[in-house]
T-cell receptor, first 111, second 117 residues
Framework: GEDVEQSLFLSVREGDSSVINCTYT??????LYWYKQEPGAGLQLLTY?????DMKQDQRLTVLLNKKDKHLSLRIADTQTGDSAIYFC???????????FGSGTRLSIRP | DGGITQSPKYLFRKEGQNVTLSCEQN?????MYWYRQDPGQGLRLIYY???????QKGDIAEGYSVSREKKESFPLTVTSAQKNPTAFYLC????????????????FGPGTRLTVL
């Protein structure tokens, strides 16, 4: 069945790069997403990538996709205190199908 | 300003009571969703609705019910049959199919935290 896995916690020093990893099982996944959830709030779409892409860059965010290994990563350059949040990896097969979310990675920033 | 609102932000319920969580959107979105979030478990889909007067069960629908009488509204009722209802509940909506260049991008409300006493 469909499954998305990610580690629960990541701690980085302010100014360093953060890399959050995710693996998924459904090779039919066409859309892969990264959502951000700040404390006590809903989720917000950060970025997305189509399965026919290897990489996508958007300002401080870089998404890498290894389709062969079904591995997705999110790199945040120059991590700031405002980046503290839970980051969810997610996938869907089509633009109409439901989204499967991972368990979320809680990113904490050390001074 | 367009967006999704959920009310109340915090809700307390006694065991054996039904309770209804509100979700309203003014984004003109067709599809709406209810998720449950538990610590370390991510989001699990309860119910979703692709169009008015139609809805489908998600992965954990038991003990919950919904209605979709208006495009803007998708209330969720947590019934007494739900054995462990304490959780954070999130409502979301999706843009119309014609605009889905970014996949099934979902817009989330701020959530309702339900606690059973």
């Amino acid at each position: 069945g469909e499954d998305v896995e990610q580690s629960l916690f990541l701690s980085v020093r302010e100014g360093d790069s953060s890399v959050i990893n995710c693996t998924y099982t459904d090779s039919s996944s066409t859309y892969l997403y990264w959502y951000k959830q700040e404390p006590g709030a809903g989720l917000q779409l950060l970025t997305y990538i189509f399965s026919n892409m290897d990489m996508k860059q958007d300002q401080r965010l870089t998404v890498l996709l290894n389709k062969k290994d079904k591995h997705l990563s999110l790199r945040i350059a120059d991590t700031q205190t405002g980046d503290s949040a839970i980051y969810f990896c997610a996938e869907s097969i089509t633009s109409a199908s439901k989204i499967i979310f991972g368990s979320g990675t809680r990113l904490s920033i050390r001074p | 300003d367009g967006g999704i609102t959920q009310s109340p932000k915090y809700l307390f319920r006694k065991e054996g009571q039904n309770v209804t969580l509100s979700c309203e959107q003014n984004l003109n979105h067709d599809a709406m969703y209810w998720y449950r979030q538990d610590p370390g478990q991510g989001l699990r889909l309860i119910y979703y609705s692709q169009i008015v007067n139609d809805f489908q069960k998600g992965d954990i629908a038991e003990g919950y019910s919904v209605s979709r009488e208006k495009k803007e509204s998708f209330p969720l009722t947590v019934t007494s049959a739900q054995k462990n209802p304490t959780a954070f509940y999130l409502c979301a909506s999706s843009i119309p199919y014609s605009g889905r260049a970014r996949g099934n991008e979902q817009f989330f409300g701020p959530g309702t935290r339900l606690t059973v006493l």
